[in-house]
Each structure stands twice: as C-alpha cells, then as structure tokens.
C-alpha cells in the first residue's frame, strides 16, 4: 500500500516557476514508476511526466518538454516536478501518482495509486 501526499501548488504570473512535491509512505524506491498527471475542468486527466523505477529514465507529455522536470529522491521518498514558463494553460489540478509496472505508462489506467491533488493557477 502506498499513500501519496503532493504540494507545492499555488497561484503563479504567466513564464512563472512552480515545484510540486509528491511524498510518497511505503516503499517506491526501485518498486514503482511514478508519474504527474493534470486535470483541467471539463477536461480528461492527462499525462504530464513519468520517471522509471531505477535509472532515471523519463518521459513527457508533449506539451511540457522543455519546460518541466520530474525527477525522484528515493531517499526521501519524495517525486519532484519543477515547472518552469509556465503558462495559462498549464492550469489544472496537478495529480501524483504510482504504477507498479516495469515501464513508463501515459495511460492513467495503468496507475495504482493517486495523491489527492493540487492546484496549479497561472494568470496574471
């Protein structure tokens, strides 16, 4: 069982910078891909980012390479997404979470568990 707790969102100006913090209790390290995932009204849950088990492999959504990171320190238990020049349409509610399986799924099906959440608001 893992319980996933994310921070770090706010309200932020257009080419502004954000770092969400997932800190995940159980053991992720080496176990799980964790993934970002947002959700804007009335719109589906989309994929933003994923990291692998091990390695430090990534992946990104499209529309956010080049801007934003993912990166995880197992030590802490912690998956980190530093977003940078960010824009209007970057808003949404930012979701954590955690897949078991040995590669780095987009499908939101594919992962087991989710944090509850946290607001991102770009506007000036």
């Known amino acids: 069982q893992v319980q996933l707790v994310e921070s770090g969102g706010g309200l932020v100006q257009p080419g502004g910078s954000l770092r969400l913090s997932c800190a995940a209790s159980g053991r992720t390290s080496g176990t799980y891909v964790m993934g970002w995932f947002r959700q804007a009204p009335g719109l589906e849950r989309e994929f933003v980012a994923g990291?692998?088990?091990?390695?430090?492999?990534?992946g990104y959504a499209n529309s956010v390479k080049g801007r934003f990171t993912i990166s995880r320190d197992d030590a802490k238990s912690t998956v980190y997404l530093q977003m940078n020049s960010l824009k209007p349409e970057d808003t949404a509610v930012y979701y954590c979470?955690?897949?078991?399986?040995?590669?780095?799924?987009?499908?939101?099906?594919?992962?087991?568990?989710w944090g509850q959440g946290t607001q991102v608001t770009v506007s000036s």
């Open positions: 990291v692998a088990r091990t390695g430090g492999r990534t």
């Open positions: 979470a955690a897949d078991p399986s040995s590669y780095i799924s987009r499908g939101r099906y594919e992962y087991t568990y």
